[in-house]
């Protein structure tokens, strides 16, 4: 598994994928990222701090991730990445949370910023089609509203290659996700053990008509595979 990776293009920043106790939703029909965690704190604070103990700072741009949301990290292991980016002059960093937990988006905003690092925080949206994210995906996200989103969230992550969606539907996500939020993080869905699996229909409509689009946007991250970014794989 690997836990620490570099991005050099588009938002050029250093990646971790860090362990946590787990998603507490665990009910999206697509995910099952949720099998790297433990419920046993001081070996997922080894694990974390081996991580951290590889950023250098060389972008001053930090990305956190951990299969969940931030505060599914312990509290060691919060204060571990508060940190490092103390010790290598990190100005932002990155983290990821499901919605239902956005209230709690406030407290680690402030607790960084005392030390002059800004929070950007990344929501698992999936597509902007409200029906299809909480009948098909099973997201768990009531709000329907993109401005209300955006409100609390920086930059989104969609979710393609999935039944039904369509050309037009992708686009119409993109799109939205561009004007909204700072930041759209595109994942075109691979095979795993979660009940819906892709289409490689939608996958080849999405690599024919909208990558040829927005791939060089520098706005937008496009993961073809989830690996894309230097993280993750074999556990």
């Known amino acids: 598994m690997e836990r620490y990776s570099v991005i050099t293009e588009k938002n050029p920043r250093e990646i971790l994928l860090l ?84 209230k709690q988006i406030t407290a680690l905003r402030e607790k960084f910023a005392k030390v002059g690092v800004e929070v950007k925080m990344k929501i698992g949206v999936e597509t902007f089609d409200s029906a299809y994210r909480e009948q098909t ?38 799109e939205i996700g561009l004007k909204y939020f700072e930041r759209v993080c595109v994942n075109i869905m691979v095979e795993n053990t979660a009940p819906l699996q892709p289409s490689n229909e939608v996958r080849e409509i999405f690599m024919k008509e909208i990558y040829p689009i927005y791939k060089d946007n520098p706005r937008i991250d496009i993961l073809l595979h989830n690996t894309d970014f230097g993280v993750g794989g074999t556990k």
């Open 19 to 102: 362990r946590g106790k787990g998603c507490r939703y665990r009910r999206c029909a697509f995910c099952d990222y949720h099998e790297d965690s433990s419920c046993n704190t001081q070996e997922n604070l080894a694990i974390n701090k081996n991580a951290l103990n590889q950023v250098k700072g060389t972008y001053k741009r930090l990305e956190v991730v951990n299969s969940g949301s931030f505060c599914e990290l312990d509290s060691e292991t919060i204060e571990a990445i508060l940190q490092t980016c103390i010790e290598k002059k990190i100005t932002t960093v990155h983290f990821e949370c499901h919605y239902l937990y956005r």
């Open 137 to 174: 995906m099973l997201k768990g996200i009531k709000e329907t509203d993109p401005t209300k989103i955006s409100e609390y969230f920086d930059e989104c992550c969609l979710l393609f290659g999935l039944p039904n969606q369509t050309s037009e539907s992708m686009k119409n996500d993109i």
